[in-house]
């Protein structure tokens, strides 16, 4: 690994801790061999000053078991590096593939978050349930200022009703009083009693008798009790029971008829115009608030129109996946990278090792039979036939 690598990377640089300590090991070791080496030769220059007194065939025997031993220190310490090496190549190998191993799920992993993104399977933002909540709640706000429009429409249209109703048969009372002060003298009620039972002879004039008995019941409720018994006899002809002997009586009443006339007259016109005054007052108001509420469900159609157009656009999700998949894909590519190059790496550490295991067999076949040949060549040097010939010459 490089430093970058291993800066970038725990395992890489685990991998190259280990790499050092190895380096320290196998420096250390041929250090050490060195070392024997240049022992192995004083030694050797001290067994020659040691045994220069000895025969020759002593002074042989010697100098080969001094070099038996010399050569299975090296081998100590060729095995101690070989062993080393070996630890050092299956830890690397077994590190990288378990990395490799991670690094491949991963990107499986990434791979499926970024078709769940793409199919929009996976969302990262609450854009959608806002959105939703927001046209749920301006519905909702739309159907309740609807409902309450159309409730109070038919208040205000039943009131109108009423009003009206009554206008007219205010209207129509007043005519009739109108009508019969306008000449006062005797029989002028009989004539409005005639008149009255002439018009319920025809059905075209109903409606004009239904306004009259509502003039009269707001009579009822408003006037006095005499005023109203009056204005009740008149409207609706009724009359009493004749009494001959009040008949018989002074007339007094004619007096004041016309004035009782006009004084209700004047009570119904003032009624008119505040039942008037009040239905252009509620006109007014019902098209004031028809026009808020044409407004008002303006205003929330816009409202509810540019929602639905961001809940189809979707854009901070669009702008959220957008960036997540970019950085997923970034790391797929970095992971698919650092995988092959970790592959390629543990075919190289795999094939120095296999080589270099060829190469300690055939060292160590080597050493095994520089031994033996120093073996054999000590019983030679120490046997009879050897001592003779040695003897003889």
């Not at 499986?108 to 969302?123: A, K, P, Q, V, W």
């Not at 960036?323 to 120095?352: C, G, P, R």
């Amino acid at each position: 690994c490089s430093t970058g690598e291993a800066l970038a990377s725990p395992l890489c640089a685990d991998s190259c801790a280990i790499c050092r300590l190895h380096a320290m090991k196998f420096f250390s070791a041929a250090a050490h061999l060195g070392l024997l080496a240049l022992t192995s030769a004083t030694s050797l220059e001290s067994s020659f000053a040691a045994i220069a007194g000895l025969s020759p065939v002593t002074r042989v025997v010697e100098l080969l078991n001094g070099l038996a031993v010399q050569v299975e220190q090296e081998s100590k310490v060729e095995e101690d590096l070989f062993d080393t090496f070996i630890c050092w190549a299956k830890s690397i190998i077994g590190q990288k593939t378990k990395s490799n191993a991670a690094g491949e799920a991963r990107s499986d992993e990434l791979r499926t978050y970024i078709d769940d993104l793409d199919n929009g399977r996976i969302e990262l933002t609450s854009e959608r349930s806002d959105l939703e909540k927001q046209i749920e709640t301006v519905t909702g706000d739309m159907e309740v200022a609807a409902e309450l429009r159309n409730k109070e429409t038919a208040e205000f249209e039943d009131a109108k009703a009423e009003m009206q109703q009554a206008i007219y048969a205010l209207a129509s009372a007043i005519d009739v009083l109108g009508a019969a002060t306008a000449a006062h003298k005797e029989g002028v009620l009989l004539t409005v009693h005639a008149s009255v039972d002439a018009d319920d002879a025809f059905a075209s004039r109903q409606a004009q008798s239904q306004r009259l008995a509502a003039a009269a019941a707001l009579g009822e409720k408003l006037l006095t009790k005499g005023d109203a018994r009056f204005l009740s006899r008149l409207l609706t002809g009724e009359v009493p029971v004749t009494d001959w002997k009040k008949l018989n009586r002074k007339a007094t009443f004619k007096m004041d008829y016309k004035a009782r006339s006009f004084k209700i007259q004047n009570v119904l016109s003032k009624l008119q115009q505040t039942f008037q005054a009040n239905l252009d007052e509620a006109t007014k108001k019902e098209t004031d608030a028809k026009a808020l509420f044409d407004k008002l469900m303006t205003a929330k159609g816009d409202e509810k129109g540019s929602a639905q157009s961001a809940l189809a656009v979707m854009e901070k999700e669009g702008g959220a996946k957008g960036m997540s998949k970019e950085d997923s894909q970034d790391e797929v590519a970095s992971l698919t990278t650092q995988v092959n190059e970790d592959t390629k790496y543990i075919a190289e550490v795999q094939k120095t090792l296999d080589a270099k295991k060829g190469e300690w067999k055939s060292r160590t076949e080597l050493r095994a039979g520089e031994l033996a040949a120093i073996s054999q060549a000590m019983a030679v040097l120490h046997s009879d036939d050897a001592r003779d010939t040695f003897k003889k010459s």
